[in-house]
């Protein structure tokens, strides 16, 4: 939780591990309720390395002062593709 929106991170750690690394973010709509977009990695224990980069959009509500996750939503490369092209048929671009 944080009480600034440029602090706002998807990034987590578990005893010194980064299991899930951001890359980057873009803050989609800021106010009470603020959408960001990350782009991360998630660490794979198996191969000992991080997988392939995803998206993940994230809606986070501002209260008492401080912002909560309230939804995300998770796009993978199979995904991200599909999303592009539909959004591109609605909008011109």
Known sequence: MSNDIDELTIQYEE???VLIEELDKCILHRGAW???LFLYREWD?????????????????KSGGVFRKRDGINLGEKNIPLLISQLKTWFEV
Do not use: H
Not at 45 to 61: E, H, I, M, S, V
């Open 34 to 36: 603020t959408t960001v």
């Open 45 to 61: 224990a198996k191969t000992n390395d991080y997988g392939a980069p995803k998206a993940g959009l994230r809606r986070y509500q």
């Open 15 to 17: 005893e010194g591990q």
